[in-house]
């Protein structure tokens, strides 16, 4: 079994964790190991986008995608373009707004964890919630860490 190692630069602390684990304990600025390969140092966009990644599977599963899940997503995109063109407040509004009609499919839960990701908050257990095997995250992880080098 593969083991991964989350490098804080700023203390020294390591964690090791297997793959099972990975995505749940991301944090911000640690630097990923996967062995003794160095993959990458996880940024707060990085964060954000694999929350992102993770609606994916959860909107092609859902007939209906309410409005309120469809404007997060939007806000969410353009702050990954550019984190300065949205503001906290906005995110937190439509956050709010999609969590209020999360019982529409839950399709709205993972909307609403994408913008609080954004936001600042902890991304642990988004792809839990979109139904993504920890294969897959770990996968997605490595491959965008690796691209960004």
């Known amino acids: 079994?593969?083991?991964?190692?989350?490098?804080?630069?700023?203390?020294?602390?390591?964690?090791?964790?297997?793959?099972?684990?990975?995505?749940?304990n991301l944090r911000l600025n640690v630097i990923l190991l996967r062995g003794d390969e160095h993959v990458g140092i996880v940024?707060?966009?990085?964060?954000?986008?694999?929350?992102?990644?993770?609606?994916?599977?959860?909107?092609s599963r859902c007939r209906t995608i309410p409005p309120e899940a469809r404007t997060v997503l939007k806000l969410v995109d353009k702050w990954l373009v550019d984190p300065g063109s949205v503001s906290s407040e906005e995110l937190n509004q439509v956050a709010l707004?999609?969590?209020?009609?999360?019982?529409?499919?839950?399709?709205?839960?993972?909307?609403?964890?994408?913008?609080?990701?954004?936001?600042?908050?902890?991304?642990?257990?988004?792809?839990?919630?979109?139904?993504?095997?920890?294969?897959?995250?770990?996968q997605w992880l490595l491959e965008h860490l690796r691209s960004a080098q």
């Open 97 to 138: 707004a999609a969590w209020a009609v999360a019982d529409a499919a839950q399709t709205a839960i993972v909307a609403w964890a994408a913008a609080d990701a954004a936001r600042g908050a902890d991304a642990a257990d988004i792809a839990q919630n979109a139904g993504i095997s920890y294969q897959a995250q770990a």
């Open 43 to 59: 940024t707060h966009q990085d964060i954000v986008l694999f929350c992102r990644w993770c609606a994916g599977p959860r909107l």
């Open 1 to 24: 079994m593969v083991q991964y190692t989350l490098l804080d630069p700023l203390t020294g602390d390591t964690h090791t964790l297997c793959e099972r684990d990975l995505t749940r």
